[in-house]
């Protein structure tokens, strides 16, 4: 679960787009929810270049 700021584009927004945020979260290491938010959670800074207005919120689920 994300947040517009995260794949969306304009001002103060990540504009990871879909294919972003699926590479990022593929970028997983250990598969687990925690390291595949961090990973996501990187690409948004990158590519924001810290300069965010809007919310980038991403939310994993582990499912045993």
């Not at 972003?20 to 687990?32: C, F, H, I, M």
């Not at 925690?34 to 924001?48: G, N, W």
């Not at 965010?52 to 689920?61: E, F, Q, S």
């Amino acid at each position: 679960m994300i947040s517009d700021g995260v794949v969306g584009s304009g001002e103060g927004k990540a504009g990871l787009g879909l294919d972003g945020l699926t590479e990022a979260a593929r970028r997983s290491e250990t598969g687990t929810a925690a390291d595949t938010v961090r990973r996501i959670h990187s690409a948004v800074l990158k590519a924001a270049e810290d300069e965010l207005d809007d919310d980038a919120t991403a939310v994993c689920l582990a499912v045993a």
